[in-house]
């Protein structure tokens, strides 16, 4: 599995422009693939009840109004998450003040190590609007099955903390109300991140009108 994921992640690139459905061929060969329903939407995000950086707990309505933009990793991920992360910061500034529409956020797929407290250090050296979500296991399980995050967590030979997290990398965008839009990869440029953002969410502001 761990030769798998990194193909993946050394191919990530060339997959960027593909689309969603290219997403859901490759998300096939990994874990549990989004059911896709007849509108061509997938049934993917749903609520969700976290404690935040800030120690408050939240739940997805806290978020309603904004386009929300989430990525799901750990803050021992030694590539994929901090390449994320970075890309989305830099996104952020390329968006200017539209960035103001967004809530980024990092929602955790290790929460036996992940506490709030080591998420908010972690967090420092990223765009501070990032906000970091963590939770109990069954609440990261669930969020993880609402949003069909692929996770493996990879044994160490040794019992300890000293443990790796296989996931999946896409950033989801959802809009104000909460429904799901589409993703991308989480090792997109950051440049490139802003160009979709401002697609997705003025093609879906149109498809709002036009009904």
């Known amino acids: 599995m761990k030769r798998r994921l990194r193909i993946l992640i050394i191919l990530v690139p060339a997959f960027a422009a593909v689309g969603t459905l290219a997403v859901a061929m490759v998300l096939r060969s990994v874990g549990p693939v989004p059911r896709i329903i007849t509108s061509g939407a997938a049934a993917i995000g749903g609520p969700f009840t976290l404690v935040a950086t800030n120690a408050e707990n939240v739940n997805d309505l806290a978020y309603r109004g904004k386009w929300l933009v ?81 996770v493996a967590e990879q044994k160490s030979e040794s019992d300890g903390d000293d443990y790796l997290v296989s996931h999946s990398a896409y950033i989801y965008l959802l809009d104000p109300q909460g429904k799901f839009v589409n993703v991308i990869q989480g090792s997109a440029a950051g440049e490139d991140i802003a160009v979709w953002l401002r697609k997705e969410i003025s093609k879906s502001r149109s498809s709002g009108e036009s009904k």
Request: glycine share 8%; net charge negative.
């Open 70 to 150: 989430i990525f799901f990793g750990y803050t021992f991920c030694p590539d994929a998450c901090p390449t994320a992360l970075n890309n989305i910061g830099v996104a952020l500034e390329k968006l200017g003040p539209d960035a103001g529409q967004l809530q980024p956020l990092f929602i955790t797929v290790d929460p036996q190590r992940d506490t709030r407290e080591v998420m908010s250090d972690y967090l420092k050296s990223f765009d501070s609007r990032i906000v970091g979500l963590t939770g109990t296991q069954d609440q990261i399980d669930s969020v993880v099955k609402e949003y069909r995050v692929y």
